[in-house]
């Protein structure tokens, strides 16, 4: 079974930085796409970054050019470098992989980790 591993988050002073991790463990892999998604209450989830094992990436509109997302396609790992964090970052972030195999397609969560940004 494939679990996602999310470290990382925390409380941080507006205009700092944080670094989330996400590595798959249990049964391992090659995953086309891996990535975070966000969820602020009573907000829907979004999209936050996502990286392919090609290396494409795709951000939302509100943190491009702070944010950046990098992955190790042979750790099976996906990580997030927060910068200039504002209070609206403020959510729960769910690392997010997805595999095809054949006809199927898989999607896997994490936990999630609690992101908290203080003005």
């Known amino acids: 079974q494939v679990q996602l591993v999310e470290s990382g988050g925390g409380l941080v002073q507006a205009g700092g930085s944080l670094r989330l991790s996400c590595t798959a463990s249990?049964?391992?892999?090659?995953?086309?796409?891996m990535g975070w998604y966000r969820q602020a209450p009573g907000k829907q989830r979004e999209l936050v970054a996502l990286?392919?094992?090609?290396?494409?990436?795709n951000y939302a509109d509100s943190v491009k050019g702070r944010f950046t997302i990098s992955g190790d396609n042979g750790k099976n790992a996906v990580y997030l470098q927060m910068h200039s964090l504002k209070p609206e970052a403020t959510a729960v972030y769910y690392c997010?992989?997805?595999?095809?195999?054949?006809?199927?397609?898989?999607?896997?969560w994490g936990q999630g980790t609690q992101v908290t940004v203080s003005s």
């Open positions: 990286i392919t094992s090609g290396g494409s990436t």
């Open positions: 249990g049964t391992i892999f090659s995953f086309n796409s």
């Open positions: 997010y992989a997805k595999r095809s195999a054949g006809l199927y397609g898989y999607d896997h």
